[in-house]
């Protein structure tokens, strides 16, 4: 009967996506090419997608000539803030297109284009990610998402009544108690899902609480998806403890989605079908969007450092092999009273507020908090007043927040920025 359950999902959600499995089966087709097939195929992309952003935005337009890819200017997140409007292409119906805002993993919340195409276009790579744990369509999946947005109706996971027959559950995970994960652990047992897929920070405090606390977990579990952040050793191993399965890492970002994910023998394939990616002298990657006609992203610099390797991988693919570096890094903040907030609260928090360039967040005490931005101009007292009412009800009326506006946010040695850092332990 489970069996069949999950056919009867994924015949219904066929008949009521069948442009994303249309996409899903292209995808699937590419990952069955040799390796020179898809490097192949993956220049013929790239000549088309140069091709069409001269032609049709005005940004590229004036920048793009007839050079080389590698000869082409980086794209920075602040090119993409002052130049919004001639990123998007001339042909748009701009009464249809959609401005989605990043995590700001950073601490530079950015605006992009987005539309329906795109959305589907990325749950069919994520779908083929999910594949490469065993999984198939129509089989159940639960998210724990630290995104609000997301979560909300009609959002990347909130679809509604589709989302049963999409065998997918998702609990919102932006903030959250002991007492809740307690109801996590039920709805895991209850629900019985093959796959978990969550922010690294979350899948890891949960499954450091499931250990603690002796959770009885179903065996149905047959991978767990950590995406949005970095994945540290010390987390995948605490995961794979407690959920009793392996752990896959995925790379990729809200403006540039599925660029990579690890396959069962752990080595992280580059999506050639979707990207093409470059590394610097100092590490940097470089990623172009070879799918996003809508908003080019060409030679975008999203701020991680990774190595692209020659060798193959014993499982069997032909997309090449990535070696992630020191890559988007943020703490946990943890209030006096217990609750746990994910560091995309803030970026979410701040990303409509134009005049805020950057911004760091530093929780010294267990109740106190520092919100340090970096603006342009000067930040309205309405706005100020604003964000200190919402952090008191969102987080904690007791805590003590300060506001500062600063010149200039320090990196790391690594050259990061850490918009979150809890330095109160």
């Known amino acids: 009967m489970p069996g069949l359950r999950h056919r009867l999902r994924h015949w219904l959600h066929r008949r009521l996506r069948p442009g994303r499995f249309a996409l899903l089966d292209a995808l699937l087709h590419t990952q069955s090419l ?64 959609k401005l989605g805002h990043t995590g700001g993993s950073t601490g530079q919340p950015l605006a992009f284009w987005y539309d329906d195409a795109k959305h589907e276009l990325m749950r069919a790579g994520m779908c083929r990610s999910y594949m490469m744990s065993g999984w198939r369509p129509g089989e159940k999946i639960l998210n724990f998402w630290g995104a609000r947005q997301d979560t909300q109706i009609g959002g990347v996971f909130n679809a509604g009544w589709t989302d049963f027959i999409a065998a997918e559950k998702t609990i919102a995970a932006f903030a959250y108690t002991e007492r809740q994960m307690h109801a996590w652990a039920t709805i895991v047992r209850t629900y019985q899902p093959l796959l978990l897929q969550g922010y690294a920070s979350v899948l890891a405090e949960f499954a450091r609480f499931c250990l603690a606390t002796r959770q009885a977990l179903p065996k149905t579990l047959r991978g767990v ?20 399965c392996k752990v896959f890492n995925q790379y990729g970002c809200r403006e540039i989605p599925n660029i990579a994910c690890e396959c069962r023998h752990g080595r992280m394939h580059v999506f050639t079908d979707m ?25 975008y610099d999203l701020g991680d450092s990774a190595q692209l390797l020659d060798d193959t991988c014993a499982c069997g693919s032909p997309f090449p092999l990535l070696a992630m570096g020191l890559c988007r890094h943020n703490d946990i903040i943890r209030t006096a009273r217990g609750k746990i907030i994910h ?26 908090l520092t ?3 970096v603006i342009a101009g000067e930040l309205p007292a309405d706005i100020a007043a604003t964000l200190r009412a919402r952090i008191a009800s969102d987080l904690d009326p007791q805590m003590n927040f300060a506001l500062n506006t600063v010149d200039e946010i320090p990196r790391t040695a690594s050259g990061k920025h850490r918009y979150v850092i809890n330095a109160s332990h």
């Open 34 to 97: 040799s390796r020179r097939e898809v490097l192949h195929k993956q220049q013929q992309d790239l000549t088309a997608i140069l091709a069409h952003a001269r032609q049709h935005t005005a940004y590229y337009a004036d920048r793009l000539g007839g050079a080389s890819i590698d000869a082409l200017p980086i794209l920075t997140k602040e090119d993409i803030r002052q130049h919004l409007p001639d990123l998007l292409v001339n042909s748009a119906d701009r009464s249809q297109v």
């Open 225 to 244: 998806y950590s995406t949005a952040e970095v994945l540290g050793a010390e987390q995948r191993a605490l995961i794979e403890q407690a959920f009793g």
């Open 275 to 299: 990207v093409y990616l470059e590394t610097l002298d100092d590490e940097r990657l470089i990623v172009t969007s070879l799918t996003n006609r809508l908003m080019p992203f060409i030679r």
């Open 343 to 368: 560091p995309s609260y803030f970026s979410r928090l701040l990303a409509h507020l134009p005049q805020i360039r950057q911004f760091q967040c530093i929780q010294s005490a267990p109740d106190q």
């Open 371 to 373: 919100l340090n931005l």
